[in-house]
T-cell receptor, first 115, second 116 residues
Framework: AQSVTQLGSHVSVSEGALVLLRCNYS??????LFWYVQYPNQGLQLLLK??????LVKGINGFEAEFKKSETSFHLTKPSAHMSDAAEYFC?????????????FGQGTILTVHP | GAGVSQSPSNKVTEKGKDVELRCDPI?????LYWYRQSLGQGLEFLIY????????KSGLPSDRFSAERTGGSVSTLTIQRTQQEDSAVYLC??????????????FGPGTRLLVL
């Protein structure tokens, strides 16, 4: 079985500051890992995903994440926050080797960006 | 191209009534998923279709919930005898089946269900 823990339900940063959203996973097999963003009253949009290729994954809007097997982590970062980054972010896991099947999501982290 | 669409966008119903939620996946996507998003439970998986078959329906919370998919395209999630705890946003997602692994699930905007 797979599970995801997102540390911090709310993160607040100043515009231009580093964004760091934490995600730790548990999986009995090598995982596929995803970060999604949700803006108010919208569905989820994929930011980036890890599928056992490069451990440093670059996504849209300047976000990136690094897969660290030894730490079972997949933290999301962005060097400089923008006001438009304010949203809720979800980390998700699916068992590796399976192209399909359910995603298991973390509880989400609401990112607030202050001017 | 068109993304995943869901209808209605909002639904208010009375306790005990049945509701149907519709999902139109991205054209050509063979896999289709239903999730539920609520304040207390976060994002929960409900059911997964591969074509018209449902290999995994482990997330359906009770026998009041059912779903079907016809023609390998449109899917309908039906909730019978709705309860107040069914109030949530119901999200649909679809993905292609290229066999390369790690397929992305593309989400619709959701149906916001309120049971009074």
């Amino acid at each position: 079985a797979q599970s995801v823990t997102q540390l911090g339900s709310h993160v607040s940063v100043s515009e231009g500051a580093l964004v760091l959203l934490r995600c730790n996973y548990s999986s009995s097999v090598p995982p596929y890992l995803f970060w999604y963003v949700q803006y108010p009253n919208q569905g989820l949009q994929l930011l980036l995903k890890y599928t056992s290729a490069a451990t440093l994954v670059k996504g849209i809007n300047g976000f990136e994440a690094e897969f660290k097997k030894s730490e079972t982590s997949f933290h999301l970062t962005k060097p400089s926050a923008h006001m438009s980054d304010a949203a809720e972010y979800f980390c998700a896991v699916r068992a590796g080797g399976t192209s399909y099947g359910k995603l298991t999501f973390g509880q989400g982290t609401i990112l607030t960006v202050h001017p | 191209g068109a993304g995943v669409s869901q209808s209605p966008s909002n639904k208010v119903t009375e306790k005990g009534k049945d509701v149907e939620l519709r999902c139109d996946p991205i054209s050509g996507h063979t896999a289709l998923y239903w999730y539920r998003q609520s304040l207390g439970q976060g994002l929960e998986f409900l059911i997964y279709f591969q074509g018209n078959s449902a290999p995994d329906k482990s997330g359906l919370p009770s026998d009041r919930f059912s779903a079907e998919r016809t023609g390998g395209s449109v899917s309908t999630l039906t909730i019978q005898r709705t309860q107040q705890e069914d109030s949530a946003v119901y999200l649909c997602a679809s993905s292609p089946m290229t066999g390369r692994g790690g397929e992305t699930q593309y989400f619709g905007p959701g149906t916001r269900l309120l049971v009074l």
